[in-house]
Every structure is written in C-alpha cells, then in structure tokens.
C-alpha cells in the first residue's frame, strides 16, 4: 500500500514560519508532479504549489513570494517551507503525488495571535 506521511503542521503566530513535509512509502512507479493543496472551513479546495520532476515549480497567486516548494533528492518527498504567515493561510494542508494520485492525511495550518 502506497501511504503519504505528513508532518510539520502545527500553530503559528502571524509573520511566522512553518515547514510542510510529506514522504511516501510503498511501490510508486510513475509519480511526475508532487503538490500541496489547501481547504480553509467554508472553502473549496485549492492548489497551494506544485513541482515536477524536472523541478519546475508553479504557485498561487495568494502564496507567491512567500512559500516555497521543493523536492527531496533521494526520496519520494516534498517540502512545502511557509514564510509570513497569514491568518489567511489557515487551512488544513494535503500533499499529492500524480500519477497516479496519491493523497496525504492532511495536516492542520492554524495561523493565529
């Protein structure tokens, strides 16, 4: 079984920084794109950023210039590293790995004074 462990969730104070981290286990054979995704109470889910496997990377518009994606080197993982934090950004935070789609547990961002 294919399995995506999170961690690195947690409180933070707004203006502060948290560093996302997601590795998968199990047999994976053709992963290309690994994503973080978000959805916030009363929203829909959004794409946070993504990165290929040739390490080009896109983000929203919303987190752009203050998160940061990136790929492990050796290992199927992915980093989401937050700056600047906004109460805002507050969701609970899923990564993905496609193809073929695989899913994290989610992790929950609470960004608070």
């Known amino acids: 079984q294919v399995q995506l462990v999170e961690s690195g ?45 040739s390490r080009s990377t896109n983000y929203a518009d919303s987190v752009k210039g203050r998160f940061t994606i990136s790929r492990g080197n050796a290992k199927n993982t992915v980093y989401l590293q937050m700056n600047s934090l906004k109460p805002e950004d507050t969701a609970v935070y899923y990564c993905n790995f496609y193809p073929p789609d695989y899913w994290g547990q989610g992790t929950q961002v609470t ?3």
Do not use: D, H
């Open 111 to 113: 960004v608070s004074s």
């Open 9 to 53: 969730g947690g409180l933070v104070q707004p203006g502060g920084s948290l560093t996302l981290s997601c590795a998968a286990s199990g047999s994976i054979f053709s992963m290309n794109t690994m994503g973080w995704y978000r959805q916030a109470p009363g929203k829909q889910r959004e794409l946070v950023a993504s990165i290929t496997s």
